[in-house]
């Protein structure tokens, strides 16, 4: 099984909601990403957990927060978003190591109304 | 701060064409993978290479890295339309090895 799992698929949400992105992965990978991608741009890297722990936070706004619940598992947690985080937020796995080889998601397209 | 440039930003080729698409860096990289990536679509992973030097062949792809480690270079002999993507290197930061440091990006375009 070399897949990465995302859910939903699309989401539309209010300012005001509060909704979660969830990610999943059984290829024993000990580090998991979120990624944000506007349109015709190159992901941005948002968090990496790294065994389970935030390892990098890239500066990114309080009303992002993420969980790793446990080693298959990532959600990012969205509450009180703006216009401006319509995205697509893509999540990734890989092994820690030097050559970091990642597998991406589907994505989640994310639209804030 | 580690960068990578992609060139050309934007490619659009008639079918049966040859194209290069380059990744360049100031940074020495310990390794440098390529994805492709579909509209609506994850980055899925094309190639790693990880030796100055190295060349390595995938179909009608061919990646190469740079014998410094700070650049490579993806080449597609007779493009297809199903080449139609965003082309991304990305390699891992120096400083975080927990971090993937993604290219500009080049969109390539091929009409058939």
């Known amino acids: 099984d070399t897949e990465v799992t995302q859910t939903p698929k699309h989401l539309v949400m209010g300012m005001t909601n509060k909704k979660s992105l969830k990610c999943e992965q059984h290829?024993?990978?000990?580090?998991m990403y979120w990624y944000k991608q506007k349109a015709k741009k190159p992901p941005e890297l948002m968090f990496v957990?790294?065994?389970?722990?935030?390892?990098i936070n890239e500066s990114v706004p309080s009303r992002f927060s993420p969980e790793c619940p446990n080693s298959s598992l990532l959600n990012l947690h969205l509450h009180a978003l703006q216009p401006e985080d319509s995205a697509l937020y893509l999540c990734?796995?890989?092994?820690?190591?030097?050559?970091?080889?990642?597998?991406f998601g589907q994505g989640t397209r994310l639209t804030v109304v | 701060t580690q960068l990578l440039e992609q060139s050309p930003q934007f490619l659009s080729i008639q079918e049966g064409e040859n194209l290069t698409v380059y990744c360049n860096s100031s940074s020495v990289f310990s390794s440098l993978q390529w994805y492709r990536q579909e509209p609506g679509e994850g980055p899925v992973l094309l190639v790693t290479?990880?030796?100055?030097?190295e060349v390595k062949k995938l179909k009608r792809l061919t990646f190469q890295f740079g014998d410094a480690r700070k650049d490579s270079s993806l080449h597609i002999t007779a493009a297809q339309p199903g080449d139609t993507g965003l082309y991304l290197c990305a390699g891992g930061s120096s400083y975080n090895t927990d971090k993937l440091i993604f290219g500009t990006g080049t969109r390539l375009q091929v009409f058939p």
């Open positions: 290479v990880v030796t100055g030097g």
């Open positions: 290829m024993g990978h000990r580090a």
């Open positions: 990734a796995s890989s092994q820690p190591a030097l050559n970091t080889e990642a597998f």
């Open positions: 957990y790294s065994y389970e722990k935030l390892s």
